[in-house]
């Protein structure tokens, strides 16, 4: 079975820069991690690997940097990574970020399987699994808890709906998003990190792509515009209350009571 893990390089630190002309996250200045979510993908990837035989690629579309989080999932057990960076790509909203991931899928050829992450931690629209798919034009299904592979080329996933868990079949190919927690990721390896001569990272520009038209790809191809990021304002109503512990606590209460919180 052909398996592609799709992957993102996110901020490490709550502390990120936004660049106030354009809105976007100064990235490449920032502390960046997998995104956690994205481990229970390539787990799941390698677990069905283990199973049924076939290879697992991972890739990312993200600035050159990102390079670092196929080199961790190749160290966890991925055959291969791929790079999709370029200058063009960036600015993209959900839309034109899943764009570009299915222009790479369709640069590499054909998948049986392509597993996301439930959502990020940064971005955390949990859109652009599903938008992929749709681009694609393959069935998806979201918040995944285990996959099983039926004979004829089908699966049988176990879907998380919250107050439930639902059984479902879906044809190959198809696009799964994978539930936090769905199993336990394992480590990267140091053996292999040691011994690993050579790591494969292919790497695709635009140029690479099968639609090359600028247009479409970046902050130009993208529907959403940021018009400003600010922090939340903070609604500070501050009350002092003076008297002695009893008197404060009655008062408390009072309060509580009048704005119906207990
Ligand atoms: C107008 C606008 C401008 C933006 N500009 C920038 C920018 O300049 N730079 C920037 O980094 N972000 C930018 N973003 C954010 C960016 O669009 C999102 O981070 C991106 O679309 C992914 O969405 P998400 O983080 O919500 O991922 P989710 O949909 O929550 O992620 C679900 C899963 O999709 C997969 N996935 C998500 N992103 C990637 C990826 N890049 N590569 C491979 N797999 C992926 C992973 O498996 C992940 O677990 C911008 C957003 C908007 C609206």
New binding site residues.
Partial sequence: MRIL??????PGTAKVDVDEK????K?DTAETKM?P??LF?IEEGLKIREKYGGNVDV?????SQ?EAVLVEAVWMGADRGIL?SDRNF?????A???YT?VQGIRKMGDYDLI??????T????????PE?AEFLQIEHISNVLEIERKEGGRLVVLENQDDCVRKLEIPLPCLI?VEKNANTPRLPSLKRALTEKQIEIIKLELRDLPDTDTNHY??TG?P???ERIFPPEKKETKQMFEGNAGQIAAKFKEILTEQKFV
């Fill in positions: 893990v799709c992957i993102k390089q996110v354009t809105g976007v996250l990235r995104n979510f994205d993908a890739l990312t579309m993200g600035p990102a999709l960036a600015g993209a909203d959900v034109a970020t899943s991931i597993i996301c992450g439930k959502q990020t940064d971005g955390d629209t949990a859109q652009t699994g992929a998003t970046g902050l993208s959403t515009q940021v």
